[in-house]
């Protein structure tokens, strides 16, 4: 086995492995990352990401103090305050920050989901187009400015372990791309590899009975093992019962041109979603991220329907990033459509009088009829409005459940220190990005943060607090 050591070594090279890298190098440190793809384009979220910035689907540029009350709102009040105060009051440094290392941003839309996008924008067309857009030049920019202060980036090589001393993180265990072990020593290590999306294992162990039967809308990288090696060395993990995620036509399954867009939430969070009893069973008001986990707990999550009539096709159903109308159908989807409700869940393969039933009690509740909650799911209607399903033709969208990362993971504080299970951190521990918790919430009231500013943000302070660490050693 090979032995070598250097300051600080980051596991993974996503946006928050080179973000934390970067500010590591910054400080004159020697720093390691460690890639396990050879490729010189190594897959992960980040460079298929569409290059939004933002911080709960709103600008994460704006004044603090609204921007935490947009992520406490999105997350119900439990995201964890000290996560919560460290991205907010930090968004705007890292966005300045990045821009400062050669990363281009624009403004790729009026609304503040748009207002911080990479350059050159990534969300411009169905289907997977990352190559020279987005987040590939981004990470491409990141590797640069790493190797220019002297930082390495060896790709093709795995961690597999973390090597503990006394309860002290001092190096990572490896294995290179041609079989052969590799100790690695440091004086703090970072574990910033992605979430635990892809790992079917994990996947059925805290999301869903049926792994297989979810779209992975992802770049399948993200296998969980930081994770691990973290839980291994006594971390704490948080929130591992949610994802983010969207809902995408069915037939995205086996047809690539249909995922990561167009998404079909702007449908779902206006009409109504049934499963194959033909009956509603969550708060399609909550918003597709919630919907979609929703559907993902599901006996079968291929099973679910969203219904909506023209009114709704014509109206939100041309809301959003790529909307469902027209690109939905330009991708290679259909609509089920019939001018009757019988005659559409005939062609579903629902129950007619169930179907006719459940819509009856959505358009009382979209109507605010007073009891008429009752033996159904509440529908909240805000920030979504309910649209009642009343005129043909009627129309459905056989759908599946997107998951693009998991919302939970590692626990750590707001300087990325690892903490253990009694909550306290773990000597020489840090991790960063879609492989921690507690940002985000957890259980039902889990809601998507944004995964560009908790990756970046959160990169950025771990490095900070590593270079200050070893320094002041």
């Known amino acids: ?213 979810l779209l992975q809308r992802n770049a399948g990288s993200g296998q969980g093992a930081g994770l691990r090696m973290a839980e291994a060395a006594g971390a704490l993990l948080v929130g591992m019962d949610r994802f983010y995620g969207h809902l995408q036509h069915r037939r995205a399954m086996t047809e690539q041109d249909l995922w990561p867009y167009p998404v079909v939430d702007s449908l779902a969070t206006a009409a109504l979603v049934v499963d194959a009893s033909a009956r509603r069973f969550c708060d399609e008001g909550l918003g597709g991220v919630y919907v979609t986990n929703a559907v993902a707990q599901l006996d079968d999550p291929l099973s679910a329907v969203i219904v909506f009539d023209d009114a709704i096709w014509n109206g939100p159903g041309r809301d959003w990033l790529l909307p469902a109308n027209p690109y939905l159908l330009s991708a290679g989807g259909h609509l089920v459509s019939a001018d009757t409700l019988p005659e559409l869940a005939t062609r579903l393969n629902l129950d007619p009088a169930a179907l006719q039933d459940t819509v009856a009690r959505y358009n009382r509740l979209a109507d605010g009829e007073a009891g008429a909650q009752a033996d159904q799911p509440p529908r909240s209607t805000a920030p979504y409005k309910a649209w009642p399903v009343r005129q043909g033709p009627f129309h459905a969208v056989e759908i599946c459940a997107g998951i693009t990362y998991t919302m939970g993971g590692i626990a750590t504080d707001a300087a990325g220190r690892v903490l253990d299970t009694q909550r306290q951190p773990i000597d020489g521990l840090f991790a960063a990005g879609a492989c921690t918790g507690g940002l985000e919430g957890g259980g039902e009231a889990a809601g998507y943060s944004g995964g560009l500013s908790k990756s970046s943000v959160f990169g950025m302070l771990a490095g900070e607090a590593i270079a200050q660490r070893l320094k002041a050693a």
């Open 1 to 213: 086995m090979s032995t070598s050591s250097t300051d600080v070594i980051v596991i993974g090279a996503g946006l928050a492995g080179l973000a934390c890298a970067n500010k590591v190098a910054e400080a004159g440190l020697r720093v390691t990352v460690l890639e396990q793809s050879s490729d010189e384009a190594y897959l992960c979220n980040s460079r298929y990401t569409g290059g939004l910035f933002h911080i709960a689907m709103d600008d994460m540029a704006g004044e603090p103090d609204w921007v935490r009350a947009n992520l406490e709102r999105t997350t119900r009040g439990t995201t964890d305050p000290a996560l919560a105060e460290a991205l907010t009051q930090n968004a705007r440094r890292t966005l300045r920050w990045l821009s400062s290392l050669g990363v281009r941003f624009i403004k790729a839309g009026p609304d503040g989901l748009r207002r911080n996008a990479l350059s050159p924008p990534g969300v411009r067309q169905t289907g997977l187009n990352w190559r020279g857009r987005s987040g590939d030049v981004m990470l491409r920019t990141l590797g640069d400015r790493l190797r220019e202060r002297g930082g390495e980036l060896r790709r093709g090589v795995t961690a597999q372990s973390l090597q503990m001393e006394g309860g002290r993180c001092t190096g990572v265990l490896a294995r290179t791309a041609s079989g052969d072990a590799v100790s690695l020593q440091a004086r703090a290590v970072l574990i910033a590899d992605g979430g635990f999306q892809a790992n079917p294992e994990l996947v059925g162990r805290y999301i869903c009975r049926r792994p297989e039967r």
